[in-house]
T-cell receptor, first 111, second 116 residues
Framework: GESVGLHLPTLSVQEGDNSIINCAYSNSASDYFIWYKQESGKGPQFIIDIRSNMDKRQGQRVTVLLNKTVKHLSLQIAATQPGDSAVYFCAERPSYDKVIFGPGTSLSVIP | GAGVSQSPRYKVAKRGQDVALRCDPISGHVSLFWYQQALGQGPEFLTYFQNEAQLDKSGLPSDRFFAERPEGSVSTLKIQRTQQEDSAVYLC??????????????FGDGTRLSIL
């Protein structure tokens, strides 16, 4: 079936560097995309979202880029901090009642 | 607190027992979702409520799984005759229903279910 997937299962970055987490999606009907952060023992935490009529959206230290031509989504984290260490999920929402999550990327920040 | 609350946080049951997992959504959120998350995987959709109406239960793995939200607020996910493959974290999320439905879902910290 259609699914959302991530290119890199693990990512290690030096504290202070920028992080980029990539995601490929395959459901062309999706018009809304979300990035979640999940820490150990916690539920997914909303980071940022983007609608398909946009190609870029910025938040606090985070930027999401959407390339509909190649069905690619990325999350950029500026000045990565130890508190950013977690598993990051991209997700697509093909309908308002369902979110399809990718497998996740584990981000490890090296002090 | 103001977030989604789930209880219990941990549940251990013997194979064949019935379990009930509770979710208290954010006050005022009419949409409520249940997800199952296996170890090392992303959450997978189970079912969705709008107020007390269960509008989508396509993700429920079998007829042993049953969810309800009788008054449109608290929801319970029940699993009958549990099997070892039911071991997972069960996440609940709620959201406002907005135009176009593009509202983020807010998750609880889940119930970790272990079936022995």
């Amino acid at each position: 079936g259609e699914s959302v997937g991530l290119h890199l299962p693990t990512l290690s970055v030096q504290e202070g560097d920028n992080s980029i987490i990539n995601c490929a999606y395959s459901n062309s009907a999706s018009d809304y995309f979300i990035w979640y952060k999940q820490e150990s023992g916690k539920g997914p935490q909303f980071i940022i979202d983007i609608r398909s009529n946009m190609d870029k959206r910025q938040g606090q230290r985070v930027t999401v880029l959407l390339n509909k031509t190649v069905k690619h989504l990325s999350l950029q984290i500026a000045a990565t901090q130890p508190g950013d260490s977690a598993v990051y999920f991209c997700a697509e929402r093909p309908s308002y009642d369902k979110v399809i999550f990718g497998p996740g990327t584990s981000l490890s920040v090296i002090p | 607190g103001a977030g989604v609350s789930q209880s219990p946080r941990y549940k251990v049951a013997k194979r064949g027992q019935d379990v009930a997992l509770r979710c208290d959504p954010i006050s005022g959120h009419v949409s409520l979702f249940w997800y199952q998350q296996a170890l090392g995987q992303g959450p997978e959709f189970l079912t969705y409520f709008q107020n007390e109406a269960q509008l989508d239960k396509s993700g429920l793995p079998s007829d042993r799984f049953f969810a309800e939200r009788p008054e449109g607020s608290v929801s319970t996910l029940k699993i009958q005759r549990t099997q070892q493959e039911d071991s997972a974290v069960y996440l609940c999320a709620s959201s406002l229903v907005g135009a176009g439905g593009n509202q983020p879902q807010h998750f609880g910290d889940g119930t970790r279910l272990s079936i022995l």
